[in-house]
């Protein structure tokens, strides 16, 4: 009786994180491939920011915010590309356990990868922001499915 009760409680558990499985609007193949050629704005900086595809805790769409404003949401295997005037900007995100930020200082002609990982906690989903070298940032991105942001300048 209490092993049915376990797996009762188990397959609601899954039900329930799949059927919130993240939805996001991909963008189309030519404009991921174009974003993958990592080129460099001589005006402005390309601030990278992706989720690897982990098993763990990829039910979960998890919403990003620039300075606040919502810019849309990753899932797993997924990347956002920005290009920014030069300035200093805020990255963040929240699942009910936990809360990462970094801030990045862009500057015209540079580029930039944050990592974010999504990781189950004890009672929920914990999740990180990480700043990335380009060798890294840029493989593991090659993996990812661009997205369109929400986030206006």
Known sequence: MKSALQLSIIITVFSI???????TSKSTVEKDQAAKEFKNSTE???VYLYRTGRAVGAAAQTQI???GQDAGGTGPGTFFKWDLTPGTYAF?????ESSAAVEVDVK???LYYIRQDNR???NDGRVTLKVVDDKKGQKEIQDCKL???TYQE
């Open 108 to 110: 015209a002609g540079e």
């Open 65 to 67: 915010k620039i300075n």
């Open 17 to 23: 994180l799949f059927s919130s499985c993240a939805s």
């Open 120 to 122: 189950l906690g004890l």
């Open 92 to 96: 963040s995100c929240n699942t009910s």
């Open 147 to 149: 997205l369109v942001s």
């Open 44 to 46: 402005k900086g390309s």
